[in-house]
């Protein structure tokens, strides 16, 4: 009761607010920030180019939220799965290697690379289909941009629960400058980055920032750790007026053990107990796996280049060509071990042409994708004891995606106050995969003769996805906007047997209001939004057609989404600030019916609280019904607030101190609703900092703490079996886990 009454007390705060640390935070916008150095939305104008243009965040038809570069800093933001608690409604998690995004509860459960994300990355204005390339780019970035909903029209295909920017700073012709910083913490935590910008010519400037992080893991066997180096050059060209050439190189090596999985419930009386803690021992746990150490290698570098040229007529030419290369070597281990070892390597080419012609303003462009995947995968099931199970070897030799699309959009001013919307993108799509599937039964060790399913498949798909809307200003500083718009996430086939799955599609109904008070102290956003999800894309852990424990993906069926969200940012004098952003989500499954294990009749309530609707086509198999629930990692309420002050000294400098609150309700964290293993109850974490800026900005120092009161997190569960002690009940649920109380200082030399 006292965790119900903390979570509610936090979000009706949070709602009240309605966006302290998001909007005065920087983080209402998209694309460029320009306020005041706080990055402000009441502080000063934010500009965003989301769809493709320059324009007002208030005058934009936009379900969206953007992180300044120090707001990142300022918040521990330092990868993707920081962004938790920063924007309503979204929840980002590791599971091994890769990274899962949801978006008001649509993304893609898997912990493999065979599928690919709902919710589209892009780096620099690349896409991105690897999510473990993300992991150590948030650095030298001038904002993080996260658009809520389907992104069909002007991002494509993988953009059905919307999409996420990572935008890093470009060089400039101001003068050299840059920055070396440091960060030491707890975890043996030290991360050090420089950076340097430099004007080579009038017309040339270059910009490099690298970056170096190393940190203990806080589970007890040493994963969940963060040993990374990664690094950014950037040049910019403006050979003349209305010419410039941005090219782009990146690079990041991740080494460790990574991230692994707890037990629920927790071993030993730790919620931290990792899965190669030395208790954890064949003689104590007789259902033990067998297990190798962990390891986590992820190689990425990227390239691209963006051209823009003015054709004259306030018509602009966009070229990006980009190649990117991911490479994941990891073995993790908590219920049975498995290996990933996939190279994935993509090139793309986006065209567009923009104009702002009068009462109209658009934008027409095409797009070619292709990436050549290599996938080898290995996972043994066999008792650490006995040696005796299953092993299985998946080796794809190629794993293809060719894609391409053309889409446009506009927006036709029919009156000075009244606007309208239209945009259409065609993708076409085609996916293939060779190689073989060999599976042995071990008996005390000893291998049983190899079953081999060689596998030969193509994919194909083609979608039309569109956007509709109109726009009202109902005073200059108040704007009323309304859309519709549709997304799809492609299909494909599932890890360790022949079957395939559909595409998933998703379409948005979105109202909302704009608003500016008070010459811009009080900004004000209200939304309220209705998703239609069809064919949904659901991955599980369960059992193959060759007997392999996997995740599996199906089409579960339809479900309805709909809320509301709220964002405010107030500066009632020049040194304080508050914010806060909060979201009301309903979210419900009206079909969800899919082929699983079991034997049990009609109408019976299975374990995880769904219900059987007996025998499926295959033979021990049911029909499980799990319609009439909610969605997983969809909390009915989210929202974070937060109070900052600046006192300023005689000296020239200033110090800010700055408080901060997340919170969110009960959110289920798999398909089970029956144990309490595969959820988390709701909760609030508290941060704070403490920052002082030497006079002109010349240095500056910070001290943190977050999760002040230590809160255990969970962010995904899936089943578990085989860790059972000896002398108890097993364990149910491997769950990932966030991060305990962490605190420690920053320090940052500017030049």
């Known amino acids: 009761m006292r965790d119900r009454i903390l979570t509610s007390s936090a979000v009706v705060w949070a709602l009240m607010g309605a966006s302290a640390a998001q909007a005065a935070d920087g983080q209402s916008g998209s694309t460029s920030v320009e306020a005041q150095d706080d990055g402000s939305v009441a502080a000063g104008e ?6 493709r243009r320059s324009e007002s965040l208030q005058k934009a038809s936009l379900s969206i939220a953007a992180v300044s570069g120090d707001t990142l800093a300022t918040r521990g933001v330092v990868d993707s799965q920081s962004l938790n608690g ?26 493999n690379p065979y599928t690919q994300a709902s919710v589209s990355l892009n780096l620099d204005g690349v896409y991105t289909a690897r999510s473990t ?26 953009s059905s629960g919307g999409a996420i920017n990572i935008i890093s ?6 003068g050299v400058s840059g920055s070396v910083s440091g960060e030491v913490g707890n975890y043996h935590l030290f991360r050090g980055q420089a950076i340097v910008n430099v004007p080579v010519s009038d017309t040339l400037a270059i910009r490099t920032a690298v970056q170096a992080t190393t940190r203990d893991g806080y589970l007890s066997d040493g994963s969940n750790d963060d040993k990374s180096v990664a690094g950014r050059f950037r040049a910019l060209w403006k050979p003349a007026s209305g010419i410039s050439l941005l090219i782009n190189t990146d690079f990041a090596n991740v080494r460790g053990l990574g991230f692994n999985r707890v037990f629920r419930p927790a071993l030993f009386g730790d919620a931290y107990t990792g899965p190669q803690d030395p208790r954890i021992t064949p003689s104590a746990f007789p259902l033990l796996k067998v297990r190798y150490p962990s390891r986590n290698v992820i190689d990425s570098r990227g390239f691209s280049a963006e051209l823009n040229a003015d054709l004259g007529s306030d018509i602009t030419l966009t070229v990006i060509p980009a190649y990117r290369y991911n490479k994941t070597d990891y073995f993790a281990g908590t219920d049975y071990l498995f290996t990933d070892y996939d190279v994935s390597k993509q090139k793309s080419l986006e065209a567009r042409l923009g104009g702002d012609n009068g009462p109209v303003k658009w934008v027409i462009g095409g797009y070619t994708f292709k990436e050549d995947l290599e996938i080898h995968a290995y996972t043994d099931q066999r008792n650490a004891t006995t040696f005796t199970g299953l092993e299985q070897y998946q080796d794809w030799t190629s794993f293809d995606t060719q894609a391409s699309a053309v889409f446009g959009e506009a ?8 606007r309208v919307i239209g945009g259409i993108r065609y993708t076409d799509e085609a996916r293939d995969r060779s190689g073989a599937i060999t599976s042995y039964t071990s008996t005390a060790g000893v291998r049983g003769p190899a079953t081999i399913l060689a596998l030969k498949q193509k994919f194909t798909d083609n979608a039309v996805t569109w956007k509709a809307g109109a726009e009202f200003d109902i005073t200059p500083d108040n704007m009323a906007f309304a859309t519709v718009s549709k997304g799809f996430k492609t299909g494909g086939f599932d890890a360790t047997d022949a079957d395939t799955y559909g595409p ?21 956003n209200l939304e309220g ?4 999800y069809k064919d949904q894309q659901v991955s599980f852990l369960g059992s193959d057609s060759t007997g392999q424990t996997s995740f599996v993906t199906r089409n579960a069926g339809q479900s309805t989404i709909y809320g509301l969200s709220a964002d405010i940012a107030w500066r009632p004098t020049d040194n304080d600030t508050f914010s806060a952003s909060g979201e009301y989500l309903h979210t419900n499954y009206d079909r969800f019916i899919y082929a699983t294990l079991g034997g049990s009749p009609a109408g019976a309530v299975l374990a995880d609280g769904c219900v059987s609707n007996g025998p499926a086509t295959l033979p021990g198999q049911i029909f499980e019904n799990c319609s009439d629930r909610p969605l997983m990692r969809a909390p009915k309420w989210s929202g974070n607030a937060r109070y900052s002050h600046r006192f300023d000294l005689s000296s020239g400098g200033d110090v800010t101190v700055g408080a901060t609150v997340k919170a969110q309700s009960l959110q289920y964290l798999s398909i089970n609703y029956s144990s309490p293993n595969f959820r988390q109850r709701g909760y609030a974490l508290l941060d704070a900092d403490l920052a002082y800026t030497a006079p002109n900005n010349r240095w500056s120092v910070q001290g943190f703490v977050s999760n002040i009161t230590d809160k255990v997190v969970y962010t995904v569960a899936s089943n578990l079996s085989s860790i059972a002690p000896a002398s108890g009940a097993s364990r149910t649920s491997a769950a990932a886990i966030g ?3 962490t605190f420690g200082a920053r320090v940052k030399v500017n030049f």
């Open 529 to 532: 939004f209705f998703w239609k």
């Open 411 to 418: 927006t036709v001013s029919l009156m000075d106050t009244f």
């Open 739 to 741: 991060q305990p109380r």
């Open 46 to 51: 934010i500009i965003v180019t989301a769809q």
């Open 86 to 111: 920063v924007v309503p409604g979204l929840k980002i998690t590791y599971t091994g290697a890769q990274v899962q995004v949801f978006i008001r509860g649509v993304g893609d459960p898997a912990a």
């Open 504 to 524: 998933e599609h998703v379409t948005a109904y979105t109202v909302g209001l704009k608003n500016r008070f008070f010459g811009s102290k009080l900004t004000l």
């Open 169 to 174: 700073n470009a060089p400039n012709f101001d």
């Open 133 to 158: 390339a993300f992991g150590p780019l948030f650095f030298d970035v001038a904002r993080v941009e996260v658009l809520r909903g389907p992104q069909g029209t002007l991002y494509g295909r993988n």
